[in-house]
């Protein structure tokens, strides 16, 4: 445990100096207090939480981390985004990709300068179809390997939007077959 400390002080002292916080693989199951202590005064452009069993964001997290461009949150355990995420106004690429996310979460469709979205390899089933459509900033959304019902699928295959989406081919249910 003692390890895992030093080496998110260690991170943290790179990023004063980088604006790059690295936190990825530090068995984090939130981002702790002391980091957003250790960073109070310094602009980060971006954070990379990936490889952690993080569950949640704290709300607080866009507030003291609000100027970041990036942020990777990929390979944890996450099924939920906090509104809060909206006031990172210069987000431009957020990976979600590899939680446990089974809905797309309504924040993306909220950060207005988010041009990439990587929610691949997880849950996901079904989207609101009418909030993927409203954003004006998205240039790519990777859906991917993702259990999308077949009607959600279709959507979004012929879905008239400004932005690539990247689907999975999608493989017919056994019960698809079903011809009687």
Same mark, same amino acid.
């Given at each position: 445990?003692?390890?895992?400390?030093?080496?998110?002080?260690?991170?943290?002292? $790179?990023? #004063?100096?980088?604006?790059?916080?690295?936190?990825?693989?530090?068995?984090?199951?939130?981002? @702790?207090?002391?980091?957003?202590?250790?960073? *109070?005064?310094?602009?980060?452009?971006?954070?990379?939480?990936?490889?952690?069993?993080?569950?949640?964001?704290? @709300?607080?997290?866009?507030?003291?981390?609000? =100027?970041?461009?990036? =942020?990777?949150?990929?390979?944890?355990?996450?099924? *939920?985004?906090?509104? $809060?995420?909206?006031?990172?106004?210069?987000?431009?690429?957020?990976?979600?990709?590899?939680?446990?996310?089974?809905?797309?979460?309504?924040?993306?469709?909220?950060?207005?300068? #988010? *041009?990439?979205?990587?929610?691949?390899?997880?849950?996901?089933?079904?989207?609101? *179809?009418?909030?993927?459509?409203?954003?004006?900033?998205?240039?790519?959304?990777?859906?991917?390997?993702?259990?999308?019902?077949?009607?959600?699928?279709?959507?979004?295959?012929?879905?008239?939007?400004?932005?690539?989406?990247? #689907?999975?081919?999608?493989?017919?249910?056994?019960?698809?077959?079903?011809?009687?």
């Amino acid at each position: 445990m003692a390890s895992f400390v030093a080496k998110v002080v260690t991170r943290c002292e $790179e990023a #004063l100096e980088t604006k790059n916080l690295n936190l990825s693989e530090c068995e984090l199951i939130q981002v @702790p207090d002391a980091v957003y202590h250790l960073m *109070r005064h310094t602009e980060l452009k971006t954070c990379d939480l990936s490889s952690n069993v993080i569950t949640k964001i704290s @709300p607080k997290f866009a507030v003291k981390f609000s =100027l970041i461009t990036d =942020l990777n949150l990929s390979h944890n355990q996450m099924a *939920r985004l906090p509104d $809060e995420l909206a006031d990172l106004h210069s987000l431009e690429m957020l990976d979600i990709s590899h939680n446990s996310f089974i809905t797309l979460p309504a924040v993306v469709f909220k950060m207005p300068k #988010l *041009r990439e979205l990587k929610a691949n390899n997880n849950a996901i089933i079904d989207i609101d *179809r009418d909030e993927i459509i409203a954003s004006d900033s998205l240039e790519v959304v990777d859906l991917r390997h993702n259990p999308l019902t077949p009607m959600c699928h279709d959507l979004l295959k012929h879905a008239v939007v400004s932005f690539r989406i990247e #689907l999975s081919e999608r493989v017919k249910e056994d019960w698809e077959d079903l011809t009687e």
